[in-house]
């Protein structure tokens, strides 16, 4: 079995924008900024959006956080959206999900300017997506390609089975395999025995949510499996939707959790920012 280290695959990813951003600072221009917007308290927010301001200061880039409470309204909330996107200085504008409930999720994501919306979640860089046209692709779908480059892995003609159908996850990166001429199935809670389909894959996409699901008897021997997930175990231990230990024995390659696609999700974060500020700056 291989690990596929998403750690050391996201330093080298987060070096190379480093360099570029050097590069951009040498010639007196400004450099590319990141605008994080967290709205509430939430603990697990608070931590990714933590390590989204690191690696801005890793690479190089200025970031703004902006903290607001959970008693934000929903039109405080676009009132300062339309700021950034007015503000020449930000690239980059990240809404922190999940949003209080009081908050119209979607109404606040298609507020951000798609020339900003370095998440890819925006309906006009999903369109984009879908054509296989140039936008935004969201981060954590794209580290996941990145991951299979990076191994040497050509999907062209592989059955990739993605399980979980979410607009951030699922779908996008079954789209992303679909134009890499993989076969692709989208399995979800109403698939009839998942088993069966799950071992049909050459690669495995696991982005359910639930803790070590997807055991030994789901997977092909010799498949390569990326685990999405981001779940605590019985020991409040931060496992993925794969139970590692069961599988590792017959798959010719995985992810780890931690350390495989989340630190991906991030370094695509930093990559997709100074791409919008390539194309914003000349
Ligand atoms: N607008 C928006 N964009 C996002 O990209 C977004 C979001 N909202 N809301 C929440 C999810 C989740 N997400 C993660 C990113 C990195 C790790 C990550 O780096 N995980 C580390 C462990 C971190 C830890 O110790 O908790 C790892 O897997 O090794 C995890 C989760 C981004 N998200």
Redesign the pocket.
């Known amino acids: 079995m291989k690990l596929i280290n ?2 050391e695959i996201s330093t080298k990813t987060k070096d190379a924008i480093k360099a570029e951003i050097e590069a951009i600072r040498k010639t007196g221009k400004r450099v590319p900024k990141l605008a994080v917007i967290l709205v509430g308290d939430n603990q ?2 608070q ?2 959006v933590r ?1 989204k301001e690191k690696a801005c200061a890793y690479v190089g880039m200025e970031s703004l956080r902006i903290n607001k409470d959970a008693t934000m309204s929903e039109e405080e909330l676009l009132k300062l959206i339309d700021e950034l996107n007015h503000d020449d200085s930000v690239d980059g504008i ?5 949003l209080p409930k009081t908050i119209d999720e979607e109404k606040v994501l298609k507020a951000i300017a798609p020339e900003k919306d370095v ?1 890819g ?1 925006h309906p006009a860089n999903i369109a984009k997506l879908f054509l296989n046209e140039e936008g935004f692709i969201p ?2 779908p794209y580290g996941m390609m990145v991951m299979l480059d990076e191994i040497g892995y050509d999907l062209d003609g592989k059955e990739v089975v993605v399980v979980g159908r979410s607009n ?1 996850v699922g779908k996008p990166v079954a789209l992303l395999a679909l134009h890499h001429n993989a076969t692709v199935t989208i399995a979800h809670s109403h698939t009839k025995n998942l088993q069966e389909v799950t071992s049909r894959a050459d690669v495995l996409i696991a982005a359910i949510g639930k803790a070590k699901f997807f055991t030994a008897d789901y997977v092909k021997e010799g498949a390569v499996v990326l685990d999405v997930g ?1 779940n605590r175990d019985e020991n409040g231990k ?1 496992c993925g939707d794969v139970d590692f230990d069961d599988v590792k024995d017959k798959v010719a390659a995985i992810t780890p ?7 991906m ?2 370094a695509m ?1 930093m990559k997709n920012t100074l791409l919008s500020y390539k194309r914003r700056v000349q």
């Open positions: 998403g750690k697990a927010s931590v990714y390590n990240l809404v922190q999900l999940p998440d979640f981060c954590t951030i981001m931060l959790v931690p350390g495989g696609v989340g630190p999700t991030i974060l």
